[in-house]
């Protein structure tokens, strides 16, 4: 087994600001890389700029990056950095900004490649890439993966190069304006991340230990998710949950729930996370008896007293997948195909046992 | 709280063999350091030598370092290591051969610098430093540490330059050919490193969640310790308990039972985890009554029933420390001026309760 985390994390409050210094000294002019409004909403974006302006980098900001960021933006973005002279990628905000700023750190650094270079199989360096996360999912801040559109795959598909953030500056303050549906959706895709990476064939003790304290920390946060009053330490606790679930998935990846939702993100414009929670029920459902205790401790730690409980939380939370019967057929079949995720299913899983948990999605 | 761990961990059986030509590539020629024997006979120097020879990576053996490492046998490798050319150091056997590998590595990337650099507070690089532990104790091959001899202030402390090895290389294999006392006195030191790490003022979530797991896996594991057959996995679980602890330290540092060993291991040349495990019952009788439940936790996750239990576990095991009267005040006093261990212990600690456990293990 094997373990490899090198990115320095700090998680406290007012992260950036107390580890500005360090931030700001990754280089000499920083290409900020965030989302249109909510990073300038959340009061990110000025804790990174008044960081940067106190030790003098300078920096400019990129931020067009929209959800489930495009080659065309990270190509954009790049030739930017490029003109600008920039040397290090802060990435600000959920997984679409903090994923395209590991890619635009690898364009930026590469400058006379073109955008093919992302998936191919090639030892490439990168710029050295801040990140400062500000939804509680998608664990991007010390995850090696960059998940980008294909559209000529028409499916989200991570870059071929492992890019470690250098520094992930973490601090629960930015939940605190998410939209609830934000937060919901990306404390699923953490959930998610969690239970992938748990039930998953190359899970190793290291990995579990993440993924199981992960389980626990988030069960003790989810007041929140049922729209109770946030409890000191909730928000923190989301963030950390989800941190420590993007280092399990770091080891182990995802597997068939995070495989099915590309399709709804694609076609449907579902927003991950949610397009990821559809299937866990029907994934945990899926395991063979020997795997049904530790179903149902995983649940349990993630605060969930039955499998049936879950199933109930997710469908009163999230619904049923828009799709057709040729729709769903089509989801079935691309994962069907898909050796890399199937791989990842911790027992041979049929292509009946995937239309089943598609079926129990509808 | 913060988390750094930038070692790339293999934990596996063969992992030498199998990374060998990653560990090769660290360089162009090694300086491996390493014990008179044990590397021998347990084979993990010739797992080293065998994967550097296959890929033409050359190599010089310095094995003259003993238990408790000297700043002199420091400069000494340091000096042939520089003279031989060699560019990344390869440690191997328990703390004292990859604690010294770290100094020597930072010894020779300072050509010009005396000995004294290693207990000054400025900021030097080292070579990249390799780790193969043959004990599951220190938790050094993932440290950042390096504990010499300090005949100056007759004790023994870590240098002050934070190294941390680029590859660890671990299988509990090596555990196999352990003395009986070794395997022993090296598995009480982890145990004291997850106890002092758990109980700390500089606990966070992170370093709780490494001591936790550890004293799980641990307490799978004690079979051995108690003179029974080993079972399959019991050797690799020693080892991973050792790593994780290491990982645990790495956060919070360690506190009271380190801080008194080294008087044992200096005046009375009594083994480190040895000297450590004679002043963990006393330490942990000292908490506060708010910390009690806390403990009875942490020793039922090693497989004690209790307190009184592990007291009696110790005293079996152990014995009792061998001073005087006199003896015992100077630990006391040494400890309780040792503001930095002070600052470690979760409350404010008197030298009265210092005092109770010294006489507690007595």
């Keep these: ?7 320095q994390i700090y998680h406290e409050a007012e992260a950036v600001r107390k580890h500005g210094e360090e931030m700001a000294h990754t280089g000499k002019k920083a290409l900020i890389v965030t989302g249109h409004s909510s990073s300038k909403k959340n009061g990110a974006l000025k804790d990174v700029t008044d960081s940067l302006d106190k030790y003098h980098t300078a920096y400019i900001i ?12 990270v190509m954009d973005a790049a030739e930017i950095g490029r003109r600008e002279g920039t040397d290090f990628v ?7 900004p903090l994923d395209a700023a590991k890619a635009i750190a690898l364009m930026i650094q590469n400058r006379d490649s073109a955008s093919s270079v992302l998936y191919q199989n090639m030892a490439l360096r990168a710029l050295p890439v801040v990140t400062v996360p500000t939804t509680c999912g998608t664990g991007s801040e010390v995850t090696p993966f960059a998940i980008l559109t294909r559209d000529d795959l028409q499916t989200k598909q991570s870059i071929s190069h492992r890019i470690y953030p250098v520094i992930a500056l973490v601090d629960g303050k930015y939940l605190k304006t998410a939209p609830e549906s934000v937060l919901m959706n990306t404390a699923i895709d953490a959930l998610g991340h969690m239970l992938e990476s748990y039930f998953n064939s190359k899970a190793t003790d290291y990995s579990r230990m993440l993924a199981q304290y992960a389980l626990e ?3 003790m946060a989810t007041d929140i998710l049922f729209g109770m009053e946030a409890q000191e330490g909730d928000y923190d606790r989301l963030m950390f949950a989800s941190t420590l679930a993007g280092m399990a998935i770091t080891h182990t990846g995802t597997s068939i729930p995070h495989g099915l939702s590309y399709y709804l993100t694609y076609h449907k ?8 929670g559809y299937f866990l029920p029907g994934y945990l459902d899926s395991m063979p008896e020997s795997l049904e205790p530790q179903v ?16 109930g939380f997710i469908k009163e939370m999230l619904g049923t997948i828009p799709v057709t019967d040729q729709e769903a057929k089509e989801m079935v079949e691309e994962i069907a195909n898909n050796d890399r995720k199937k791989k990842a299913v911790p027992f041979e899983i049929t292509k009946e046992q995937i239309d089943k948990i598609v079926q129990q999605a509808r």
């Design 1 to 7: 087994m094997e373990f490899y985390m090198p990115t």
């Design 62 to 73: 990129y931020d067009k990056i929209t959800e489930n960021p495009t080659i065309e933006s």
């Design 90 to 96: 802060i990435g600000i905000g959920g997984g679409s």
């Design 217 to 219: 920390v988030w069960g």
């Design 269 to 276: 414009g579902i927003p991950h996370g949610k397009a990821v």
């Design 296 to 311: 149902i401790m995983a649940l349990r730690a993630a605060g969930f007293g039955s499998l049936e409980q879950f199933e």
